[in-house]
């Protein structure tokens, strides 16, 4: 008997503590902000490297294309949780409060940048300047989207 309230005790506890992983919960607003202009800050690098591809500023490597195709793809699934923290959209931020306000909305615009971000890598894995063009384009529109939106 002692055991098994341990136990329960140990399988809380245990539950707990993924539960502050799988929810990306940030200790205060400021680290939230911090962590998502991180993320923003990769993903115009990386986004912006396939974008000089697709414009022909620069020649088309798919090797490269596909890394950088690769790390939007794993950028946009990071958890989204950043963005919800109460309080966020105050301070050095640029997400406005709608974001807070409209979660049903965000979370609609961000599913929709990671399902392009992730058609955009399929496509480069094995595409070439081409084949990579529309999904391309249907990320940066993605972008748009959820920036008009919530970016102030
Ligand atoms: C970028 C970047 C954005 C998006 C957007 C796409 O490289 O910094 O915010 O692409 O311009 O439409």
Redesign the pocket.
């Known amino acids: 008997m002692g055991g098994t309230i341990r136990n329960l005790l140990c399988l809380v506890l245990v539950m707990g503590s993924l539960g502050g992983v799988a929810y990306g919960q940030f200790a205060k607003p400021d680290e939230a902000i911090a962590y998502r202009k991180a993320v ?1 800050v990769l ?3 990386h ?2 490297r396939m ?1 000089a591809m697709v414009k022909g500023e620069k020649p088309f490597d798919q090797k490269a294309f596909s890394a950088n195709a690769s790390l939007v793809s794993t950028f946009s699934r990071l958890p989204w949780e950043a963005f919800m923290v109460p309080g966020s959209d105050q301070g050095n931020t640029a997400m406005k409060p709608e974001a807070l306000k409209e979660k049903g909305k965000f979370e609609q615009t961000a599913k929709a940048f990671e399902n392009a971000a992730a058609e955009l890598n399929t496509a480069a894995a094995a595409g070439k300047l081409e084949s990579v063009k529309d999904p391309f384009g249907k ?3 993605s ?2 989207e959820c ?1 008009s939106q919530f970016k102030r």
């Open positions: 923003m993903n115009a690098q986004f912006g974008g990320t940066a529109q972008c748009k920036h």
